[in-house]
């Protein structure tokens, strides 16, 4: 590679629950670089999810945390043409890219839900994510499903 590559940016903790991956979230859900819109619909969600799972002992953020991990993947096929042919070939995901990948699935389901506000939806998506179910974590499995159905590919691995 000709160019150096680019420095990681330092994402500063959120002003509520002083959590980094908060904010990574919040950048993620941003549309048109309104932070606080994201940071609002994001708290209201979490508001959401606490009252909705009252009976749970855990907390709210724990929740998120919890659904998060239930939709992170952690192997994706990557397309690879090799002598005429496209291979689907399985690839192990980067802890960074797994977080990433996992963020963007929840947000793109929360916003194809139906509702009224965004932080219900993601309040919707979050608990359906908790409990093993909803479009995020259809995705991650849709995925595994895809890399083991292609696991005889791997040696192309690049």
Known sequence: MRKAKPKKRILLPDPKFHDV????FVNNLMLQGKKSIAYAIFY???DMVGEKMKDS???PIDI???ALE???PQIEVKSRRIGGANFQVPTELRPE???SVSMKNMIQFARKRSGHSMAE???AEIIAAYNGEGGAF???EDMHRMAEANKAFAHFRF
């Open 21 to 24: 991956e908060v904010t990574r």
């Open 44 to 46: 209201d969600a979490i």
């Open 57 to 59: 002992d855990k907390a």
């Open 64 to 66: 998120w945390k919890k």
């Open 70 to 72: 239930n939709v992170t």
């Open 97 to 99: 890219r797994k977080v």
């Open 121 to 123: 939806k993601l309040a």
């Open 138 to 140: 259809k995705r991650k």
